[in-house]
C-alpha cells in the first residue's frame, strides 16, 4: 500500500474530523531489531512534524520511548499514561508533555482510547497484541469508530494477519470485523491513512482503502 494508493482513493470521499490525537501502541523491549527503532524514531518525527498530539503507554524504554522523544523532539506533544504498579518496570517518562499514573491497566486503556482520534499499531509482544485485538472487539462492538491502523514493517505482523484471515475463513469472525483495520509497511502510509482515511470506506476483505 503506497502515500498515492491512498490519496488516489480517496479525494473524492467526505473527509472525516481532523485527526489531531494518534494513540500509539507498541513494545516496551529494547533487544529487538534495528529496523523496529527506526520506524518508532521515524513514526514519532512524522507525527511531531505533523503538529499531532502522541497518546501512549507512558514509558521511556523500547519503541515506547523512542516514539514519544521523537515526537516531543519534532514539534509535537506526548501524553503518557501509566499504571502505578508497573511505573518503576516500564520506567515512567517524566518529561512528557503531560504524564497520567493511574490506578489500573485497565483506567489506562480506557484514558488511551478517550484521548485519541486514531490508532496505530507498531510491532510488540504480548501487550502490544492485548491492545491491538481489545480496540479492534471495541469498534467490532461499536464502542467507537476510530481508524486503526496496523504498521506491518518487514512483515512483522503478516502472522496475526493470516490468522485473522484464518478466523474469518472458519466462521469464528466476519470479513465486517476488519473493515476497521488498515495496514500499511511505512509510516509515509500510515500519515496519509490518518489524514485522508474515513473507517466506513475503508474495504472489508483486505482492510485497505
Same mark, same amino acid.
Given at each position: 500500500?503506497?502515500?498515492? #494508493? $491512498?490519496?488516489?482513493?480517496? #479525494? #473524492?470521499?467526505? !473527509?472525516?474530523?481532523? $485527526?489531531?490525537? =494518534?494513540?500509539?501502541?507498541?513494545?516496551?523491549?529494547?533487544?529487538?531489531?534495528?529496523?523496529?527503532?527506526?520506524?518508532?524514531?521515524?513514526?514519532?518525527?512524522?507525527?511531531?512534524?505533523?503538529?499531532?498530539?502522541?497518546?501512549?503507554?507512558?514509558?521511556?524504554?523500547?519503541?515506547?520511548?523512542?516514539?514519544?522523544?521523537?515526537?516531543? &523532539?519534532?514539534?509535537?506533544?506526548? =501524553?503518557?499514561? $501509566?499504571?502505578?504498579?508497573?511505573?518503576?518496570?516500564?520506567?515512567?517518562?517524566?518529561? %512528557?508533555?503531560?504524564?497520567?499514573?493511574?490506578?489500573? @491497566?485497565?483506567? +489506562?486503556?480506557?484514558?488511551? =482510547?478517550?484521548?485519541? /482520534?486514531?490508532?496505530?499499531?507498531?510491532?510488540?509482544?504480548?501487550? #502490544?497484541?492485548?491492545?491491538?485485538?481489545?480496540?479492534?472487539?471495541? +469498534?467490532?462492538?461499536?464502542?467507537?469508530?476510530?481508524? =486503526?491502523?496496523?504498521?506491518?514493517?518487514?512483515?512483522?505482523?503478516?502472522?496475526? %494477519?493470516?490468522?485473522? /484471515?484464518? @478466523?474469518?475463513?472458519?466462521?469464528? !469472525?466476519?470479513?465486517?470485523?476488519?473493515?476497521?483495520? @488498515?495496514? !500499511?509497511? +511505512?509510516?509515509?502510509?500510515?500519515?496519509?491513512?490518518?489524514?485522508?482515511?474515513?473507517? &466506513?470506506?475503508?474495504?472489508?476483505?483486505?482492510?485497505?482503502?
Amino acid at each position: 500500500m503506497t502515500t498515492d #494508493t $491512498i490519496q488516489n482513493k480517496t #479525494t #473524492t470521499q467526505k !473527509a472525516r474530523h481532523p $485527526i489531531r490525537n =494518534v494513540c500509539v501502541y507498541c513494545g516496551a523491549s529494547s533487544n529487538i531489531a534495528q529496523v523496529h527503532k527506526d520506524t518508532a524514531w521515524a513514526l514519532g518525527r512524522a507525527l511531531g512534524e505533523a503538529g499531532m498530539q502522541l497518546v501512549y503507554g507512558g514509558g521511556r524504554v523500547g519503541l515506547m520511548g523512542l516514539v514519544a522523544k521523537s515526537t516531543m &523532539e519534532h514539534g509535537g506533544t506526548a =501524553v503518557g499514561i $501509566i499504571p502505578h504498579h508497573i511505573e518503576t518496570r516500564e520506567e515512567k517518562y517524566t518529561e %512528557l508533555t503531560e504524564l497520567h499514573v493511574v490506578d489500573s @491497566m485497565h483506567e +489506562r486503556k480506557q484514558m488511551m =482510547v478517550d484521548r485519541a /482520534d486514531a490508532f496505530v499499531v507498531l510491532s510488540g509482544g504480548l501487550g #502490544t497484541l492485548d491492545e491491538f485485538f481489545e480496540i479492534m472487539t471495541w +469498534r467490532q462492538l461499536g464502542l467507537h469508530d476510530k481508524p =486503526v491502523v496496523l504498521l506491518n514493517v518487514n512483515n512483522f505482523w503478516t502472522p496475526l %494477519l493470516s490468522l485473522i /484471515d484464518h @478466523m474469518i475463513n472458519n466462521g469464528f !469472525a466476519r470479513e465486517s470485523d476488519r473493515a476497521g483495520l @488498515m495496514v !500499511a509497511d +511505512r509510516v509515509e502510509a500510515v500519515m496519509a491513512a490518518l489524514q485522508y482515511a474515513p473507517p &466506513e470506506t475503508m474495504d472489508a476483505q483486505t482492510g485497505l482503502i
